[in-house]
C-alpha cells in the first residue's frame, strides 16, 4: 500500500499522491491514502491551556537514520519550551515499524504529547475499530464521550463497508485517547498515541514510544535523496 511521510504539520499533499511513491518533506505528517486517507502526525498541547504546538524540521534523516524535527509548545510564543521529536522508520514483515522519541529543552507541562491519528468520517463513519479484541463502533451521530481511552497493544480499523482499512501493535502496553473529531467542528476521529500519563515532561529527558502500523498489503521501505518510496 502506498505511504507517504511527510515531516510537516498539514496533509496539504493528501490529494496529490499517485501510484506507489511517498515523498519525504520538512514537518510531521504520515498519510496511508489506501487506508482511507488517514493521517499520523507528532503533537502535543500545552497544559492548562491546551495550546497546540507548531514546528518544523528536515527531509531527510541524520547521520544516526533519524528524522528530527522542533515544535514549540505554545503556538507564537516564542519564548516557550521547545520539544525535539526523533523517529526512526523500518521495515517490518507486514509494514512499518515507528520508534519515536521527545525530549524537552526545558520543564514543561503537556496535557498531552505523542501521536496523532486522523481517520475521516467520510470513509469510517458507521464502520468499527477493535481494541484488544472488543469490537467498538464509530458512531454516525458526533459523541461527546471518548470512544476509548486507556491502554491497549493492539487496535484494527474498519470502514463502513467493514473492510478492514488499518492496525496499529505496541510491544508493550501503550496509553490511548481517541475522540470524535466532530464535537470541535473537525471531520475525523482522533487517536492519540500518548507517551506518559504524567502531566510534566523533564528538561532533557527522554520519552519514548514504538508501534507497528500496516494497511492490507506488505510495505517495502526505501529511503534516498529524501524521498521514501513505499512499494506494495
Not at 11 to 18: K, V, Y
Not at 26 to 33: I, Q, V
Not at 119 to 145: H, I
Not at 171 to 189: C, L
Request: proline share 6%; with cysteine.
Amino acid at each position: 500500500m502506498p505511504v507517504l511521510f511527510v515531516f510537516l504539520l498539514s496533509a496539504f499533499l493528501c490529494g496529490n499522491l499517485a501510484g506507489e511513491e511517498a515523498v519525504m518533506l520538512p514537518g510531521g505528517t504520515l498519510l496511508f491514502p489506501d487506508a482511507g486517507e488517514v493521517t499520523m502526525v507528532p503533537g502535543c498541547q500545552s497544559h492548562p491551556n491546551f495550546d497546540s504546538g507548531t514546528g518544523g524540521g528536515p527531509d531527510t534523516a541524520d547521520a544516526d537514520g533519524l528524522f528530527r524535527f522542533k515544535q514549540r509548545t505554545r503556538s507564537g510564543h516564542e519564548k516557550c519550551p521547545v520539544l525535539d521529536f526523533a523517529s526512526k522508520v523500518g521495515q517490518t514483515e507486514r509494514g512499518l515499524r515507528f520508534d519515536v522519541s521527545v525530549r524537552p529543552d526545558s520543564d514543561v507541562d503537556l496535557a498531552w504529547a505523542g501521536i496523532s491519528f486522523s481517520f475521516p468520517t467520510d470513509c469510517f463513519r458507521g464502520g468499527r475499530f477493535v481494541a484488544d479484541g472488543e469490537s467498538c463502533p464509530f458512531p454516525l451521530e458526533p459523541a461527546r464521550n471518548p470512544l476509548r481511552t486507556g491502554s491497549v497493544r493492539q487496535l484494527a480499523f474498519y470502514d463502513k463497508d467493514d473492510r478492514f482499512r488499518f492496525g496499529l501493535r505496541f510491544p508493550d502496553s501503550t496509553i490511548i485517547h481517541f475522540q470524535d473529531g466532530r464535537r470541535w467542528n473537525g471531520m475525523s476521529y482522533t487517536l492519540r498515541v500518548i507517551f506518559k500519563r504524567e502531566v510534566r515532561y523533564a528538561r532533557n529527558e527522554r520519552n519514548d514510544l514504538a508501534f507497528e502500523a500496516w494497511t492490507k498489503g506488505k510495505t517495502e521501505l526505501k529511503t534516498g535523496s529524501g524521498h521514501v518510496c513505499i512499494r506494495a
